[in-house]
Every structure is written in C-alpha cells, then in structure tokens.
C-alpha cells in the first residue's frame, strides 16, 4: 500500500474558510482597538503639551497660555504682559495643534484624527500657567478637558487641571476620576 503525502484540496479550503471567519471576526475588534489608541494618544499629546507649557512659563519666566478652540489648541506667550490670550502678534505663538496633527501614531506623524472625535473643555476655552508653574483656567481655577468619539471605551480620556497638579482619568459622565 502506498501511503499519500500532503493535504488534499479539501482540507486546504476547510482551513482557508476557518482563516476567513476568523479575520472576519477581528476586523471589527480590530477597527475598535485602533480608534481606542488614537484617542489614548491624543489625551496624552494634550496633557503632555499642557506640561510642556507649565515648564516653558516656569523658564522663561512669563505667562504661557494654551487655547482651545473647536479640535485644535495653541500654545500662548503673554508677551503684552496682559494676563489674557491674544492672537498674534500680541502673545506669540509657541504650538499649534490642529485635528490632523494632534494624534500621532508611534511611527509617524500622518495618522489623522478619527473624524468623530471631539475635544470638549470646560475651562472656558484656555488654561494659563504663570511664571511659578500655577494653573488657572479662564473660568475657574480648575477645569477638564475630555476627548469623546461615539461608541469608543479608551481607559484613558480626560486630563484634570487643579492650580498645581494635572492628571490624566477617565470620565465617568460628570467627572473626571484620576487612574
């Protein structure tokens, strides 16, 4: 008896179709997973430009503002010495972040920002750090700001500003609790 080597085509495309319905099922996980990270990225950009602005104040030793404005965010000097935002060339601009550039993927800079994802604040639309490195928002002296995108669970959404700490959390629908 001769005995047979290899596979025949029918277990080829048994396990071709088991292959199939298992990435089938992935992709949607997948897609998920994706947006998730793109938003963890963009909240840690924010907190880590909102850090970068503190230290900036702290040494040069005048005012940084960081201003938000729809799904984009400039970094401010007061260099009028006024104590409030102004565009240029009153207060000069530091760092300007639009939806495009505000989530970089690991690699590379030319991932954009999923298109349902919105940056919502309530400082009253800027946080200011004076020469000491002490926040203040233009409503309260603290203030949150959040990224949401419809149906997306990240572990990480929001950034908490207090006058001398910030931390990033999550949101629970009416704060945000520190992680």
């Known amino acids: 008896m001769k005995k047979d080597k290899g596979y025949s085509m029918i277990e080829l495309m048994i396990v071709i179709a088991i292959m199939g319905i298992c990435v089938g099922l992935a992709i949607p996980n997948l897609s998920n997973l994706v947006k998730k ?32 404005a729809g799904n ?5 000097e007061d260099t009028n010495l ?3 935002p102004d565009a240029a060339p009153a207060d000069t601009q530091r760092l300007r972040r639009s939806s495009v550039d505000i989530v970089p993927m690991t690699y590379s800079n030319t991932a954009t920002t999923p298109p349902d994802a919105v940056i919502l604040e309530s400082c009253g639309g800027w946080v200011a750090f004076n020469p000491r490195g002490i926040a203040r928002t233009a409503i309260a002296p ?10 997306v669970h990240p572990s990480r959404d929001c950034v908490s500003i207090s006058p001398t700490q910030m931390r990033l959390g999550k949101w629970d629908g009416a ?3 520190e992680i």
């Open 82 to 84: 006024n104590g409030v």
């Open 72 to 76: 984009q965010y400039t970094v401010m």
């Open 142 to 151: 603290n203030g949150t700001i959040r990224i949401t995108v419809p149906n």
């Open 37 to 68: 990270n793109r938003v963890e990225n963009q909240i840690r950009r924010i907190y880590s430009d909102l850090m970068n602005a503190r230290v900036m104040a702290m040494s040069r030793n005048i005012t940084h503002f960081v201003v938000f």
């Open 175 to 177: 704060t945000c609790n």
